[in-house]
Structure formats: structure tokens, C-alpha cells
């Protein structure tokens, strides 16, 4: 089963990018997916990476996207005590 990664909004894409930076503590969208593999010890270079282990991307993506599911769902209840 393939995984649709497009992005429903477009416009939401910088917002998303900046929450990504922010929850993988780097300087940039670009830069998070090296700073969580560094985190998680897996040697990941820049550019072509089709030798590492399926359990090794999914460290970095699943850290990644876990992080910022619970992220937003921090925000949302923030905002929702405002209200």
C-alpha cells in the first residue's frame, strides 16, 4: 500500500517546515531528517541513501512524524483552553 505525502493545503507547507525544524531541533526542514538520524545513531549522508535498512529510515521518519503529531495536538489543546 503506497502512502500519499501530499499535502492537502499547499499553502501550509512553510508552517509544516517550520514545526518540522522545530520539533527535530535543526535549523531548517531541509536539515531535521539528519539531526534525528545523528540523534538516533543511524549514519545517514546527504544525497543518495538507498543502502540503509528500512528500519533505519523508518527510525528517522517515524521519530519525525510522531514528534509532530504530538506537537500539533499540544497546540490544538492550548487553544482550546484559550477559547
Do not use: C, F, T
Amino acid at each position: 500500500m503506497s502512502r500519499r505525502n501530499k499535502i492537502l493545503v499547499p499553502s501550509a507547507r512553510k508552517g509544516l517546515d517550520e514545526l518540522k525544524a522545530k520539533v527535530s531541533h535543526a535549523n531548517s526542514a531541509s536539515d531535521a531528517k539528519y539531526e534525528v538520524a545523528k540523534e538516533q545513531g543511524v549514519h545517514l549522508n546527504r544525497g543518495y541513501n538507498g543502502e540503509i535498512k528500512a528500519k533505519d529510515a523508518g527510525k528517522i521518519g517515524g521519530n519525525i512524524g510522531g514528534s509532530m503529531v504530538k506537537e500539533l495536538i499540544n497546540m490544538a489543546k492550548q487553544d482550546l483552553a484559550k477559547k
